[in-house]
């Protein structure tokens, strides 16, 4: 079985630069390829668009493994592909108001319902990584910025998890501020890395999973205790937990855990 599904108007944007096929998707080599393994590779797209240009990124999935396969049964009650997986997911978080990549098609191949091929391309983000925004600005910023960002930061989480959501890969390096208007306050978060996102979750075991996670990513100099206990006084004000006190025991054991198991990707803001 093959199938290519296009969102709005975008069938006949790709159509018009020779993309229509699966085949023509996965023979593209216009583009360039920034990350890659033996079971996918994703491939920056741009493409003139009348003055300016546009900006896509494709990911191409080969031969999932099989939990992977057994993952989207659990998630979604039937075996998907890893690209419509990923658009669904993108979907759901934008249907709850949490921005993340915004979709713009998916293709599979399969046989026998089990998948051989299958790519997803969404637009570029028009936003930076929280990461980068961090190393180069966090340092200058006047302390009422800085605690505006945390406060924000704080909503985006918990409406995450009061969405019954959870994000196992709630790094800091796959947090984006998207732009919503010209001030430098007009962003809100966004998370990318989608393919391990879970819904429907219970209790707060997953949402503690997912601060762990966050806390631990963090380069020193960001969140000093003041911070710190802003974010988690904010987070925790939203209701989405019960046992308070139990919660950010299990968020530290989450945290320490990884510390101990990965390397952080930027150690520290301080000069």
């Known amino acids: 079985m093959e199938q290519v599904i296009f969102k709005d108007n975008w069938q006949s944007y790709f159509a018009d630069r020779d993309l229509r096929s699966l085949d023509d998707f996965f023979a593209y080599a216009d583009g360039k390829i920034i990350n890659q393994n033996t079971k996918r590779n994703v491939t920056v ?4 668009d009348g003055n300016q240009t546009k900006t896509f990124y494709m990911k191409r999935f080969f031969d999932p493994h099989f939990k992977d396969m057994l993952f989207t049964l659990g998630n979604f009650g039937k075996i998907c592909s890893q690209a419509e997986l990923e658009w669904r997911c993108a979907n759901i978080l934008l249907d709850n108001g949490i921005e993340t990549y915004h979709p713009v098609g998916y293709g599979f191949r399969s046989v026998c319902s089990i998948e051989r091929q299958s790519f997803f391309i969404t637009e570029a983000i028009d936003g930076v990584c929280l990461l980068d925004y961090l190393v180069q600005n966090w340092t200058g910023l006047p302390a009422e910025k800085q605690e505006s960002l945390v406060v924000k930061l704080a909503h985006f989480f918990a409406k995450i998890h009061a969405a019954r959501l959870s994000l196992p890969d709630s790094y800091i390096w796959h947090v984006y501020m998207v732009n919503t208007g010209p001030g430098d306050e007009d962003y809100e978060f966004g998370m990318i890395d989608l393919h391990r996102m879970k819904r429907r979750t219970r209790g707060s075991n997953q949402a503690a ?29 939203a209701g989405t937990t019960v046992n308070t006190k139990a919660f950010l025991t299990e968020v530290e054991k989450n945290k320490v855990k990884f510390l101990k198991r990965r390397k952080k990707t930027v150690d520290s803001l301080n000069p």
Do not use: E, V
């Open 209 to 237: 999973m997912n601060l762990g996670r966050f806390f631990y990513s963090l380069p020193d100099g960001f969140l000093d205790i003041p911070l710190q206990s802003r974010f988690t006084d904010t987070y925790l004000a």
């Open 45 to 48: 797209m741009t493409f003139p």
